[in-house]
């Protein structure tokens, strides 16, 4: 997973603040991953992004998350108005452009804790 | 869309014995299979990947995996572990060539002295 960089690590929101989390994928790679791991379950897939296109998002809630890779700078994850229910580890993976999940590395993580 | 069974949650086991921890996945088609490993505090490490050709596959730190399509498992095995094997460990499968993967719930794996 070395080169995937997710920014916070930890990040705690108050119910009904927004929580941004930032990941820069590998160098190369233009395909970007998210996932949800909830306690005591796998991963979920989220959202499939390329460079300023949002490929796939049938795993993302159908309110208040979106997410973005824009032409410069990292994918972002947005949850607006968070709840305790958001509470996960958010995973983000990337690519490179044959986009295939054999050919995927994972970030570190961003732990999300609402209060 | 693939579903991944970890039958053991955690697996407690001494240091120097064997570990094998199951993996079944729900599909029949063509797949890939994968073993991750996540250590305390930290993100996802590929252990062993399944593409095709032998179905005996090794990956790193002494894991090795056995694909069985019949029984459609892919279960992970190491012949002794270490103190630093202490982690909790994924199955993931995704349809060959898809860029998805289902992963299963995890098994947290505590190697005691």
């Known amino acids: 997973n070395a080169g995937v960089m997710q920014n916070p690590r930890h990040l705690v929101r108050r119910r009904g603040q927004e929580a941004r989390l930032r990941c820069s994928p590998m160098?190369?790679?233009?395909?970007v991953y998210w996932y949800r791991q909830l306690p005591e379950e796998g991963l979920k897939f989220m959202v499939y992004?390329?460079?300023?296109?949002?490929?796939?998002e049938s795993g993302m809630p159908k309110e208040r998350f979106s997410a973005e890779f824009p032409k410069e700078g990292p994918s972002i994850l947005r949850i607006q108005q968070v709840v305790r229910g958001d509470s996960a580890a958010y995973f983000c993976?990337?690519?490179?452009?044959?986009?295939?999940?054999?050919?995927?590395?994972f970030g570190s993580g961003t732990q999300l804790s609402v209060l | 869309a693939q579903s991944v069974t970890q039958l053991d949650s955690q697996v407690p086991v001494f240091e120097e014995a064997p570990v094998e921890l199951r993996c079944n996945y729900s599909s029949s088609v063509s797949v890939y299979l994968f073993w991750y490993v996540q250590y305390p505090n930290q993100g996802l490490q590929l252990l062993l990947k399944y593409l095709s050709g032998s179905t005996l596959v090794k990956g790193i730190n002494g894991f090795e995996a056995e694909f069985n399509k019949s029984q459609t498992s892919f279960h992970l095995r190491k012949p002794s572990v270490h103190i630093s094997d202490t982690a909790e460990y994924f199955c993931?499968?995704?349809?060959?060539?898809?860029?998805?993967?289902?992963f299963g719930a995890g098994t947290t794996v505590t190697v005691r002295a």
């Open positions: 160098k190369g790679h233009s395909h």
């Open positions: 993931a499968v995704s349809d060959r060539g898809d860029y998805k993967l289902s």
């Open positions: 992004l390329q460079k300023e296109n949002i490929i796939d």
């Open positions: 993976a990337s690519s490179p452009p044959e986009g295939r999940g054999e050919k995927l590395f």
